[in-house]
């Protein structure tokens, strides 16, 4: 059986070259596929693999001291989700260019936003009511195929740019407001929710185990509505048949959550189309445009 995890851990590593010996030795000799990052603030990664292997994997790298408390996230896979192994060691293990404000002791990031748990969220919802305010901590292609109702969907389309984004005045006006920021596993929110906090957001909350654990919980009965991106070979997930297609197919403008890539190796851009539609017209509107003009 096949499944994919997805993991991370803010925690001190003294020697992240070290670490990333061993988790390769690791992955190799479990034949695991996938992408691991490591920095001297944790470990950020993503795997797939047999049930057996990545079970014993998960037993092995909670010996370590540091990742004893890891959380690993689980869901299917298809055993050709990763084209290889990687394992590399960068200045931050998620990459908003904020290494240098990153700080973190054993208990994680230092100055985030408060952990909901999902039914958490539900509590706060209730009691402060359209005061709550949902934070999309992901990019805007994401967000364009499954989000929470109503959340704001920053204009970023990549995780460098949210310092800048969030320092732009249209954001004052919710940040006297309670946020919840959310994100596919939780970790975006984690650097996200400290940023936040420092660009002056008083009241700044972050789901526990992101929409990944939000959704086991809760599939599609409450908040969340649409598909999960995610950055493997699936593209996507849904956490249940009842999951409703909020975007659109940019060849027919039917609903549909399917992602492709153009099928132009020079463009390769990422786009919503529907399988139909993609297999008779396998570029993005603009290389269709070009390949009928010329």
Known sequence: MQKVILFYKFVPLADPEAVKLWQRSLCEGHKLKGRILLADHGINGTLG????????????????????????????????DFPKLVVKVRPEIVTFNAASEIKVDANGIIGGGKHLKPAQVHELVAERGDEVVFFDGRNAYEAAVGKFKDAVIPDVQLTKDFKAELADPKYDAIKSKPVVTYCTGGIRCEVLSMLMKQEGFDEVYQIDGGIVKYGEQYQDDGLWEGSLYVFDGRMGMKFSDKAKDIAECV?????????????????NKLIISCPDCFSNTPTCPNCTLLQTTY
């Open 49 to 80: 693999g047999t049930m057996a292997d990545l079970k014993a994997y998960v037993k092995a790298t909670k010996t370590f001291p540091a990742f004893k408390d890891v959380v690993f996230k689980w869901s299917d896979g298809t055993g050709q």
């Open 251 to 267: 060849h027919c403008n039917q609903p549909t959550s399917n992602y492709e890539n153009c099928d132009i190796k020079s463009c």
